[in-house]
């Protein structure tokens, strides 16, 4: 009997090792995956960082030209294309009108500015 009784014993140390395990592999997996969801957010921080950067330097470029007072210019080219018909891309519209493009800049870089601002929080957030 005693022996049936050690064997018992056995088994429920072995059981609540075995429940220990699980969880703790389930808390790695969790653990796993708020890591690969900050990651994620912090490459799309940086995508719309390099972004504004691009903006900027056409920004930059535009004031340039706006010396030589250009309205339009050939520099810089605001294109936007679809799939009107479903088959081909097309373009639907193009801007070289520089107060236009400075409007596009200063508009885009505004809504990037408030969606860093939303990622910066929930990284903090995240730790």
Same mark, same amino acid.
Request: aromatic share 8%; proline share 4%; hydrophobic share 50%.
């Given at each position: 009997m005693k022996k049936d009784e050690k064997t018992v014993e056995e088994t429920k140390k072995e059981t609540k090792n075995v429940d220990a395990m699980v969880l703790l592999q389930s808390n790695i997996e969790n653990q796993i995956k708020k890591f690969n969801l900050l990651q994620e957010k912090l490459n799309h921080r940086d995508k719309f960082l390099r972004t504004k950067d691009k903006l900027a330097q056409v920004d930059k470029s535009i004031s340039d030209n706006e010396l030589n007072n250009d309205f339009v210019t050939d520099q810089v080219t605001i294109v936007m294309s679809g799939k009107i018909n479903g088959y081909r891309e097309d373009e639907v519209l193009k =801007? %070289?009108?520089?107060?236009? =493009?400075?409007?596009? =800049?200063?508009?885009? %870089?505004?809504k990037i500015d408030i969606k860093?601002?939303?990622?910066?929080?929930?990284?903090?957030?995240?730790?």
């Open positions: =801007i %070289s009108v520089v107060p236009v =493009i400075r409007d596009f =800049i200063t508009f885009i %870089s505004e860093v601002q939303e990622l910066e929080k929930e990284i903090i957030e995240a730790n």
